[in-house]
């Protein structure tokens, strides 16, 4: 159980949100020092300005086998 409170606390404090983001995009995201838990509202330099709209991607209606298995 302590282990798993751990592990709770780690993954919020310590893992950002990469969901949709490139590689390039990442890295851009570290060099900002982006803190983990304000990850998912960060926009990249490339797509500011520019009607992206992150929160169309944030909900994500396909299931996750069939963006596995599907083009």
Do not use: Q
């Not at 606390?9 to 900002?32: A, D, H, I, N």
């Amino acid at each position: 159980m302590g282990c798993m409170v751990f592990a709770f606390f780690y993954v919020f404090f310590f893992v950002p949100e990469t969901k949709g983001l490139t590689l390039e995009e990442v890295s851009t995201m570290w060099e900002e020092n982006v803190l983990p838990w304000k990850s998912t509202s960060w926009v990249p330099p490339d797509r500011r300005g520019r009607g992206y709209d992150s929160e169309a991607l944030a909900h994500d209606d396909k299931p996750w086998y069939k963006a596995m298995f599907t083009k």
